[in-house]
């Protein structure tokens, strides 16, 4: 979904906003949260379309009704990140409702992998009514195996050991002799 890599991105350029405000003119500051606030308002109307053209398919709102309640909190998620960056606010709650909508569309993607889904009332503070501890770092790596498995293996140190260990007792009177030569110089 390049909404998803979008808001992604979106998210990461907030933060780094953020970061610079101290340095920035607020006239400056203003500026990029407004085309912040843009580009948020942007993704929020794709995200419509995408909902308005699921509901277009024979069947849509039946076959997808999970999917739509998904995208549905996700372009509320959105919402809420516009009028936060019209203020212009950059901090923690536009990151926030950013991350929101991130988990909403990822939770979306993955639908049709069994997990779970629902919708909430928008007039709540949050959104409830699915599991929302999915990271948005799961879209890294994402690939062509879509249900790939981690796989847990041992690994040995690959530096520090060079040639063959001695047995201890030859380690110790190793130390002994080059300490005993370092005391002669």
Excluded: C
Aim: proline content about 3%; hydrophobic content about 35%.
């Amino acid at each position: 979904m390049k909404i998803l890599t979008a808001e992604i991105a979106l998210r990461e350029e907030t933060r780094s906003t953020e970061q610079a405000r101290p340095q920035m003119e607020s006239e400056k500051f203003t500026g990029v949260a407004d085309g912040l606030s843009g580009t948020q308002q942007e993704l929020f109307e794709r995200t419509e379309t995408v909902i308005e053209t699921i509901y277009a398919l024979p069947e849509g709102e039946a076959k997808f009704a999970k999917e739509i309640a998904q995208l549905g909190n996700a372009a509320k998620a959105m919402d809420d990140a516009v009028l936060i960056l019209e203020k212009p606010d950059t901090g923690a709650p536009a990151i926030a409702a950013e991350t929101e909508a991130i988990e909403w569309l990822l939770r979306a993607k993955r639908a049709g992998s069994g997990d779970g889904g629902g919708g909430s009332d928008p007039g709540e503070g949050h959104r409830s009514g699915a599991d929302l501890t999915t990271s948005a770092l799961a879209l890294l790596g994402d690939s062509e195996e879509k249900e790939a498995k981690v796989i847990e293996r041992e690994t040995n140190q690959a530096t520090g050991k060079a040639g063959r260990e001695l047995p201890a007792e030859f380690r110790a009177g190793l130390d002994q002799y080059f300490e005993s030569l370092e005391r002669v110089r």
